[in-house]
T-cell receptor, first 113, second 113 residues
């Protein structure tokens, strides 16, 4: 049962343009969402998070949008840079007392110079 | 650098053997999580410890066990190893007091021959 889904295994974007990565979830008990970036053979690096009480969170070039009614979140990267090329994982958490992360399968983002 | 350390970085062993993976969380973090990433798959939650006590269990095999010591470092023990146990094993830590960002270590790559 894949509770967190990233339906696009890969995405290619021109340098300088906007990258939009999508994530859907099925468990309405999730109340905290995170995006991680991962390079091969390294641990995931935290990028940005959002609580279910918000619909948007911004940190520099990264913005995460949450649509609770649609059970959908997206990560916007603008402008995209070559160093952004990596695998991006969406993760969800149920919060206090049950903090394990449920990960999506990842989207490989390639920024084309 | 996330502040989470894992040793060893690589481990090669034979089927039927037993290995121990070690994790030191970020200073002050009480929760430690273990995740497994098999080839080209997402991260699967194995187990969580909070201040020395087991808090949550995921898809962890009976051949696997973990513990968290008084100094808060954690060890994941894998026994009767099979070829299919070859994977990246990640440790993460967080404050553990509620929805919180988990910071990941660099991982241990286990190869079972």
């Amino acid at each position: 049962d894949q509770q967190v889904k990233q339906n696009s295994p890969s995405l290619s974007v021109q340098e300088g343009r906007i990258s939009i990565l999508n994530c859907d979830y099925t468990n309405s008990m999730f109340d905290y969402f995170l995006w991680y970036k991962k390079y091969p053979a390294e641990g995931p690096t935290f990028l940005i998070s959002i609580s279910s009480i918000k619909d948007k969170n911004e940190d520099g070039r990264f913005t995460v949008f949450l649509n609770k009614s649609a059970k959908h979140l997206s990560l916007h990267i603008v402008p995209s840079q070559p160093g952004d090329s990596a695998v991006y994982f969406c993760a969800a958490e149920r919060g206090f007392g049950n903090e394990k992360l449920t990960f999506g399968t990842g989207t490989r983002l390639t920024i084309i110079p | 650098d996330s502040g989470v350390t894992q040793t060893p970085k690589h481990l090669i062993t034979a089927t039927g053997q037993r290995v121990t993976l070690r994790c030191s969380p970020r200073s002050g973090d009480l929760s430690v999580y273990w995740y497994q990433q098999s080839l080209d798959q997402g991260l699967q939650f194995l187990i969580q410890y909070y201040n020395g006590e087991e808090r949550a269990k995921g898809n962890i095999l009976e051949r696997f066990s973990a513990q968290q010591f008084p100094d808060l470092h954690s060890e994941l023990n894998l026994s009767s190893l099979e070829l299919g146990d070859s994977a990246l094993y990640f440790c993460a830590s967080s404050g553990g007091g509620g929805p919180d960002t988990q910071y990941f270590g660099p991982g241990t790559r286990l190869t079972v021959l």
